[in-house]
């Protein structure tokens, strides 16, 4: 059964390329296109489009697919289109022509972006989620280990002092920036497109803001034309959004690779989360985090995936769009479980207090030495020099007593302010009042 269907039907293999894999990428969708119909077929009843005696047992309906959705015992049959398709075949099988009624003001277009607003506000939670567990072991580390030394590299090289304070400190300060862009995404998602329909608007008089308020909506898409424009937009803004996390997780997915390293030796990964090789007894390989950078460079790219999709189309809605389900549905659940297997890793790495022990990292103190010369009245530029050429003579001692105390340095993490940046960001997103409003609909 499709919808749109009158006297002709497509032939199999028209129907087989058109609908390609949305029968199962619509599982995706499925609790959010059920919460939808809940608020649509309320508002309907408010303008008489759905009766007093049909609307409970609409409702009652949709609340026990929902909970077959959410317990993954949705199915969208053979020969039904998608989703929406789908809900409205079993409202139809239980209450008859009652069932029939749902469709009113409203097109799959504004349906499914819908769909993919809900889905993206609530998947998008749990990135945030994620995310903040991240965060929470990284700073934990980082303040366990804010004293133990270790190198700074530039190119590569070894540079000056740092700790391992700051090294776990950066990363957490770097999810605090993504989940400002996580947030801003969410905002994006968070605004209302039914009553769009088809990209046109309707002759029902329908309150939009009604289904708005049910939702949890922060505002209207106001603009029906551009409710319809916002799919692709909406996408390409989330990607980005997932893509600077897993940029964030990428890069110290590296780090721990390199600084696992024999010739590193800066951490130690715990033995049951390393792999063993099938030649060389002795490998202990840090193969999580070496899927996690793959997957990561992979998410980074999924923007520019959804933007070749999408871009240079006019205003409308074309079938070209329904292929960017297949790189965006998924790619939630893949950051999800490399952030949970990231923190898992994070959280029982151990680290080399003894790294400074080592004269190979001497050259690393020369900054303090030419900083604690240049302090005792000597020119810059001079103490500068002065040290280069012991070092150069092989005759350069290095005091290994660090002052540093501005903000932000090593004897001075600023981790409380860092916190309260991400908390602050935290409280910006209006979970608690989303998740308020589903819970009403679902009552």
Same mark, same amino acid.
């Given at each position: 059964?499709?919808?749109?269907?009158?006297?002709?039907?497509?032939? !199999?293999?028209?129907?087989?390329?058109? #609908?390609?894999?949305?029968?199962? @990428?619509?599982?995706?969708?499925?609790?959010? $296109?059920?919460?939808?119909?809940?608020?649509?077929?309320?508002?309907?009843?408010?303008?008489?489009?759905?009766?007093?005696?049909? &609307?409970?047992?609409?409702?009652?309906?949709?609340?026990?697919? /929902?909970?077959?959705?959410?317990?993954?015992?949705?199915? %969208?049959?053979?020969?039904?289109?998608?989703?929406?398709?789908?809900?409205?075949?079993?409202?139809?099988?239980? @209450?008859?022509?009652?069932?029939?009624? %749902?469709?009113?003001?409203?097109?799959?277009?504004?349906?499914?972006?819908?769909?993919?607003?809900?889905?993206?506000? !609530?998947?998008?939670?749990?990135?945030?989620?994620?995310?903040?567990?991240?965060?929470?072991?990284?700073?934990?580390?980082?303040?366990?280990?804010?004293?133990?030394?270790?190198?700074?590299?530039?190119?590569?090289?070894?540079?000056?002092?740092?700790?391992?304070?700051?090294?776990?400190?950066?990363?957490?300060?770097?999810?605090? +920036? +993504?989940?400002?862009? &996580?947030?801003?995404?969410?905002?994006?998602?968070?605004?209302?497109?039914?009553?769009?329909?088809?990209?046109?608007?309707?002759?029902?008089? &329908?309150?939009?803001?009604?289904?708005?308020?049910? &939702?949890?909506?922060? $505002?209207?898409? /106001?603009?029906?034309?551009?409710?319809?424009?916002?799919?692709?937009?909406?996408?390409?803004?989330?990607?980005?959004?997932?893509?600077?996390?897993?940029?964030?997780?990428?890069?110290?997915?590296? +780090?721990?690779?390199?600084?696992?390293?024999?010739?590193?030796?800066?951490?130690?990964?715990?033995?049951?989360?390393?792999?063993?090789?099938?030649?060389?007894?002795?490998?202990?390989?840090?193969?999580?985090?070496?899927?996690?950078?793959?997957?990561?460079?992979?998410?980074?790219?999924?923007?520019?995936? @959804?933007?070749?999709?999408?871009?240079?189309?006019?205003?409308?809605?074309?079938?070209?769009?329904?292929?960017?389900?297949?790189?965006?549905?998924?790619?939630?659940?893949?950051?999800? $479980?490399?952030?949970?297997?990231?923190?898992? %890793? %994070?959280?029982?790495?151990?680290?080399?207090?003894?790294?400074? !022990?080592?004269?190979?990292?001497?050259?690393?103190?020369?900054?303090?030495?030419?900083?604690?010369?240049?302090?005792?009245?000597?020119?810059?530029?001079?103490?500068?020099?002065?040290?280069? @050429?012991?070092?150069?003579?092989?005759?350069?001692?290095?005091?290994?007593?660090?002052?540093?105390?501005?903000?932000?340095?090593?004897?001075?993490?600023?981790?409380?302010?860092?916190?309260?940046?991400?908390?602050?960001?935290?409280?910006?997103?209006?979970?608690?009042? #989303?998740?308020?409003?589903?819970?009403?609909?679902?009552?």
């Amino acid at each position: 059964m499709k919808l749109w269907e009158k006297s002709v039907q497509v032939t !199999d293999e028209i129907d087989r390329f058109t #609908v390609g894999h949305d029968r199962e @990428l619509d599982l995706y969708l499925a609790p959010y $296109d059920v919460i939808g119909s809940m608020a649509h077929v309320t508002m309907l009843h408010t303008i008489g489009l759905i009766a007093d005696n049909e &609307l409970p047992l609409l409702l009652a309906e949709l609340k026990a697919i /929902y909970r077959e959705a959410r317990d993954g015992r949705f199915v %969208i049959e053979d020969g039904i289109e998608d989703v929406h398709s789908q809900v409205e075949l079993m409202l139809t099988r239980r @209450l008859g022509d009652t069932g029939k009624k %749902i469709h009113a003001g409203r097109s799959r277009n504004d349906q499914v972006l819908l769909d993919l607003k809900l889905f993206t506000r !609530d998947k998008l939670r749990q990135v945030a989620e994620a995310v903040q567990a991240l965060f929470e072991t990284l700073q934990r580390q980082s303040e366990a280990h804010r004293h133990v030394i270790m190198p700074g590299y530039t190119h590569l090289q070894v540079a000056m002092p740092s700790s391992f304070g700051l090294w776990f400190g950066a990363y957490a300060e770097s999810l605090a +920036d +993504d989940l400002l862009l &996580l947030q801003a995404a969410y905002r994006q998602a968070n605004r209302n497109p039914l009553g769009s329909a088809a990209g046109y608007g309707s002759s029902f008089p &329908l309150d939009r803001e009604m289904t708005t308020r049910l &939702l949890g909506f922060d $505002d209207l898409n /106001y603009n029906v034309v551009y409710a319809q424009m916002c799919r692709g937009k909406l996408e390409r803004s989330v990607a980005a959004a997932l893509a600077a996390v897993a940029g964030t997780v990428g890069k110290m997915a590296f +780090d721990a690779c390199l600084f696992n390293s024999q010739n590193f030796g800066f951490v130690t990964l715990p033995a049951e989360c390393t792999t063993g090789s099938s030649i060389m007894p002795h490998k202990k390989n840090p193969d999580v985090f070496e899927l996690i950078r793959a997957r990561m460079n992979r998410l980074q790219a999924l923007p520019n995936d @959804l933007l070749l999709i999408s871009n240079n189309l006019p205003c409308g809605y074309f079938r070209d769009l329904q292929e960017l389900k297949e790189a965006y549905l998924p790619a939630f659940d893949q950051l999800i $479980d490399c952030l949970h297997m990231a923190t898992y %890793i %994070i959280g029982r790495i151990r680290v080399n207090e003894h790294l400074t !022990d080592d004269p190979r990292y001497d050259a690393m103190f020369s900054v303090e030495e030419v900083n604690r010369l240049a302090a005792s009245g000597v020119p810059f530029r001079d103490a500068y020099r002065q040290v280069g @050429l012991a070092i150069e003579a092989g005759t350069f001692t290095p005091c290994k007593e660090l002052h540093h105390t501005h903000a932000g340095s090593i004897g001075n993490l600023c981790n409380d302010r860092i916190a309260a940046h991400f908390a602050q960001v935290w409280q910006g997103f209006g979970f608690d009042r #989303v998740q308020a409003a589903e819970q009403a609909l679902l009552a």
